[in-house]
């Protein structure tokens, strides 16, 4: 007899549990069919979840077949205990995906899809609530592959010619069967349901006990069991406990056998099973052992974890789906936080996704949470069983942080008498892909032994970004190098070394604030669509109208939790209770408010003491801290990218330390700063293997003055004038340039930048204009030389802002750097950087006061000079000029005809 762990999944009413019912009902398990309305359902057997209706915890039960023993385990469906269910998958294998015919596939469906294609489980589809009106099944099977897979086939049909067309039109091997002998095998089509090429569906109502016979009998028909080594090995997927508080961790047998007494451990600790346990809704059997396929509980173990893996396993992976919400938890007055914290922490067992920490600076206890109702169920969980009432706090977003372009992070960690360097290349990874660690370091530069510990200490932390504290995600580490001494050199020292390259690589590179996001699904009357979609906008999402029926509309769309959360209340609203919504987590994207939220957390990295971002050096026998930015000043191994914006180039580089910068850098030393500061680290264009040695400074030395006395005086080199401009924030504060945007954007962006070449021919400072393109998607940082000055559109994720901030920070000690912003929170961080600030109307007075000198320098210039005879005659030749004249004039011809 075949063994087959078989799971339930669906969007929660879509009546998974009336289908678990139904299962076990015709199965001979259970002699009454229960029902959640009823709260006598055989799986919902907590009274949390007989109260509420849903299904809060996973459990199992056990049916025989003729053909199979088949352990079902059901899954919570609220999107709110979703880890829950994750966690359940990694034992399943098959899945029935329960889908609702009233609703369709829904937003929490396709996040359990989409799970369901991460974990590579087989899938069977059951339509259920088909004997309601209006359920259409055509229209369905279309939903079905347009929105999940075109593998998408309803089995069951009358006509074999169709449904065998169907099939080979998923799989060529299908194709070839049906070709050559007009039939396809059984064989086959379970070859293909378990390679995930076909889906067989459904039509039915659980409730009516419709269709439900026909599911059971094809899973039995159409499924394989697993084939399964003979060396033990164990997946953990569940912590729980018993009434009696004995701790219970839940597995399955993914090889060989488990006998009570046998020893099991991970290489850090090693317990006994004190019992085995065979669970059936709330019910047992103890059983001696424990076979391969088995999904059992075991006691005796105190130190395991859910999603821990045993013996031959080797497949964990990270969790997709993760809490989004942190809430403070309101102890009762007189409750001492350090007695209950203990206590907490056996819910984390359970739980691990609830992340308890205690906050030693705030002195408060915060818990991570999917949602508001695990929240209650939380509350209801402490009372029940420690016996204290607790309440929540308001609940903040769980941001986290990212990079947008590669650098190298060196930690160096130096105190008497200890020794370790660590240089980690940092690189952007896939969005939603998590922190990826990797060596790219020879033996001879490091020692196996070094590099091992350098990536356990890389994966025990979790690592903090430096803009909000919040964790890093979506970056690829690698060690490239690193040093240790002989006799110095001990274990903590690269811990210390790692933490520290970590941190100086995130203040190096471009740090962009993520935030999640909801994938949602809005159904509402078609006359508030405006309403919603307006709000929508408002709320930094997108959205599309994907059906409209007769009166009603659907919309669906991405937008981020923060904005999101509590819109049902609004939606119930205006809609007077006819709108419903349906959200999912759609994994992070960068933050629509980031300087806001960045502001009000006001995060300081630099006063983390914990997560130190410089490194501690010695010299002379003593040990000093050395900051961020100075550093790789002080490194001791080669950086592999090389120096950025000052940092160590080569020896050739040292050599020449004494000589100074010239007066002036041309457009290709500005060429050379950009790619130096901004462009040398953009994933693919990097070409950071490459160890070049530099070609020397661009600059001369400068001629030295002999004073009186015969001292040599070197000459002051006044720094060279540089104007950054906030492109769109000038625009829209200068009244002509607004009106131009609104009709024509590209315009009034070349209108400003004339105007601003004009100007740089008056005022003889080097200006370069930055304009925002961080919402265009892989857009990386562009600069254009548009005459005179520069022009610089941002790369994607980052602002203009960023990009002034960035430069001023860095080259104000180099330059004498004025910025053009109307914005006052970036006034504040420029003058805080030492540089001047000009805000929209004194530019445009500045501007305007240039055109106007020009011009009249300009007519003073060009102004025409008249030269007249008289001024170069003498009194005599004048005096003879008079007279000629006169004779000349009518008074002088009637005074010679009179004579």
Known sequence: MKKLVIGILAHVDAGKTTLSESLLYLSGRIRKLGRVDNKDAFLDNFELERARGITIFSKQAVFDTADARITLLDTPGHVDFSAEMERTLRVLDYAILVISGADGVQGHAKTLWRLLSVYHIPVFIFINKMDQNGTDKEKIMEQLK???????????????????????????????????????????????????KIYPC??????????????LESIVMYSDMPSYPEGFGAKIFKISRDEQGNRLTHMKITGGRLRVRDTLGNGSWEEKVNQIRIYSGSKFEAAGEAEAGTVCVVTGLTRTRPGEDLGLEETWHAPVLEPVLSYQIMLPEGCDPRAILPKLRQLEEEEPELGIVWDEHLKEIRVQIMGEVQTEILQNLIQSRFGIDV???????????????????????????????????????????????????????????????????????????????????????????????????????????????????????????????????????EKYVGYAMTDIERMSGTCHVSLMTDDTAVLEGRAPVAAMQNYQRELTAYTRGTGRLFCSLDGYGPCHNARE???????????????????????????????????????????????????????????QADIKEDDWIGPEEVDRIFKRTYYANQGKKTTWKKRKVAAGR????????????????????????????????????????????????????????????????????????????????????????????????????????HFIEKFAHRHQKKYDITVATSDGLQQIIIRGAGCTVLSARELWEEVAGAGKRIMEMYNE???????????????????????????????????????
């Open 146 to 196: 347009m929105q999940l897979d075109e593998g998408c086939i309803e089995f069951g049909q009358d006509e074999a010619k169709p449904f065998l067309e169907q099939l080979a039109m998923c799989d060529e091997t299908l194709m070839e069967a049906y070709f050559n002998k007009g039939d396809i095998g059984i064989g086959l089509i379970k070859a293909a349901i378990k390679a995930r």
């Open 391 to 525: 309440s929540f706090g308001s609940g903040r977003i769980l941001y986290k942080e990212t990079i947008t372009d590669t650098v190298e992070g060196v930690g160096h960690f130096e105190p008497l008498r200890h020794y370790a360097e660590v240089h980690l290349l940092m690189e952007p990874a896939e969005r939603g892909s998590g922190l990826c660690f990797a060596v790219d370091c020879s033996d001879d530069v490091l020692a196996k032994s070094w590099k091992n510990l350098c990536l356990s200490h890389l994966e025990e932390k979790v690592h903090k970004g430096v803009l909000t504290g919040s964790p890093i995600t979506d970056i690829k580490i690698t060690l490239v190098s690193g040093r240790s001494h002989n006799k110095h050199t001990q274990g903590g020292d690269f811990r210390e070394a790692v933490y520290r390259a970590v941190r100086q690589g995130l203040k190096e590179a471009e740090s962009i604030l993520l935030e999640p996001f909801y994938s949602f699904r809005l159904e509402l009357p």
């Open 597 to 655: 939220v960045i502001a009000e957390i006001g995060y300081d990295s630099e006063r983390d003491t914990a997560n130190p971002t410089g490194s501690v050096f010695c010299e002379n026998g003593t040990s000093f801290l050395v900051s961020w930015d100075r550093v790789k000043d002080h490194m001791h191994i080669e950086s592999r990218l090389g120096r950025r914006g000052g940092f160590f180039e080569d020896t050739a580089d040292k050599a």
């Open 202 to 215: 459904f039509f039915g109502s659980a409730l009516k006990l419709e269709g439900v016979e026909e599911l």
């Open 698 to 801: 661009y600059n001369t030395r400068p001629t030295a003055v002999t004073a009186g006395s015969g001292d040599t005086v070197s000459p002051v080199t006044p720094k060279n004038e540089y104007l950054l401009v906030d492109g769109y924030n000038i625009i829209f504060a200068w009244p002509e340039l607004k009106k131009l945007a609104e009709d024509n954007m590209d315009g009034a962006r070349a209108k400003l930048i004339d105007l601003l070449s004009k100007y740089q021919h008056y005022k003889r400072s080097r200006i370069i204009i930055v304009f925002d393109a961080y919402r265009v998607q892989r857009h990386n940082e562009e600069m254009i030389d548009y005459g005179n000055v520069f022009v610089v559109f941002t790369g994607e994720a980052q602002t203009a802002d």
């Open 861 to 899: 210039k060009h102004r025409s000079i008249r030269n007249y005879i008289g001024d170069v005659l003498s009194d005599e030749t004048r005096q003879q000029i008079d007279d000629i004249t006169r004779e000349d004039s009518p008074s002088g011809s009637k005074q010679r005809e009179s004579e």
